[in-house]
């Protein structure tokens, strides 16, 4: 599959995290967002017309490998990124002119003195909301937590919306937010260490939530309303046990619909499901047979990043490696899997060239960030290169982009996954 490079001097996560959305297609441009070496935010632009893509443009300097971006746009047609830091306060920017990513004014910083993982939305009266993981000081163990603002507005206090709670330990949380419509919705994960070990990083529990009233309250997809900050015992979460070894990926909402990815790592053969609403109960159903269908008996060594087009078409562009393989795996390969008839059957094909020598991974597809969604066919950024030891390893990546117009657009049979 053609890719471009646009960059080769990439973070060893130049593309993380899937909370984040990187990619902004509007009025005949498209706006990249990515991390570089070790830890610089860069942009770079796609004139449709011309098919060119300009120079990158550097943005601000974040803490490490965690510091990638997450972008949105506003009715007026102004970017706007939030980005940088690894337990510190989250960096905001804004672009100078609208649908321009050349030149950017820096905004007063948000997210309290704690925060990691941004995902960023703006809905149809140019609200930006934004979730991340944070504390309000520098009390463990960390949670999700949710801020608004109008775009000529300040930054409402934060809110925790989920509270893994136990020990002050190491808490990893999902906190993928979307806009479907005027409603807001939430992925998230709890990865809760424990007394005996406090580094745990095993995801036991996930869940969604969602807003209907532009972040004021939050309730599960039922209707239930939700007591916050949510706990491993709130009805929104899915599935909570202390055996579970699980991380969940952004939700989407397409044709009366709500679907999400989750990679489980309890048994020999790490592998992602699907997930759908439809209004009554949670269907779950595995890729593994679709992706094994292309590259033969595999893993699936991450969640899957979703998006849903505005004709109602899914993509979901997932990770595969080699049996006994995990997370970041030399032998990674990334796969993309459509469905045109609301996650019923799925197409799958192989997006990343043969290559099991350097792991391609950590995918970043085109997602909705605004009320408005506009996406014909969505685009894909992913990261060629290695993973590196720590939070700052000295290692060049590549920045591969990918415009998917022509795997969309390709015949052949879809496979059934749902009952």
Known sequence: MQYTVLSKTGSTRGTAYGMSNKIVAHAGKTHVVWLD??????????????????????????DDNHAG??????????????????????????????????EWRVLA???????????????????????????????????????RRAVDGDWTVPVKLVDPQGPPAYVHVENGIHIAGEVLYLSFHLSRGTVDNPADTKGRGFGIMRSRDGGETWETVAGEALELPATPESPCVIEYDDGNDVR??????????????????????????????????????????????????????????????????????????????????????????????????????????????????????????????????????????????????????EIRHVFLDEIAQRGGRARSLMA
């Open 37 to 62: 070496q070790i830890h610089k935010t860069y942009l770079a632009t796609y004139d449709h017309k011309a098919k060119t893509w300009g120079n990158a443009v550097f943005v601000g300097d974040g």
């Open 69 to 102: 971006a997450a972008m949105t746009m506003d009715s007026k047609g102004y970017l706007y990124l939030a980005f940088g830091p690894h337990h510190n306060p989250m960096q905001h920017a804004v672009s100078a002119n609208p649908n321009d990513a050349s």
């Open 109 to 147: 910083p948000f997210g309290g003195v704690n925060a990691t993982y941004p995902s960023l939305v703006c809905d149809a009266g140019d609200v930006l909301h934004a979730c991340y993981r944070g504390a309000y000081e520098r009390e463990r163990p960390w949670g999700v937590f949710y801020q």
């Open 248 to 397: 969940i990926g952004n939700v989407v909402a397409a044709r009366d619909a709500v679907f999400f990815s989750l990679n489980r790592r309890e048994a020999e053969v790490d592998e992602t499901f699907l997930y759908r609403w439809r209004g009554e109960k949670w269907e779950a159903v595995s890729f593994m047979p679709l992706a094994e269908s292309v590259f033969g008996p595999c893993a699936m060594s991450d969640r899957c990043v979703l998006s849903a087009a505005k004709d109602g078409a899914l993509y979901a562009a997932g990770v595969v490696c080699q049996r006994g393989g995990h997370w970041a795996d030399p032998t990674n390969a990334i796969v993309l899997f459509i469905s045109r008839d609301g996650g019923d059957t799925w197409q799958a094909h192989r997006v990343s060239p043969e290559d099991q020598t350097v792991s391609d991974w950590l995918p970043s597809l085109e997602r909705c960030a605004t009320a408005d969604n506009k996406i014909e066919i969505p685009q894909l950024l992913y990261t060629h290169g290695e993973i590196g030891e720590g939070c700052s390893p000295d290692i060049d990546t």
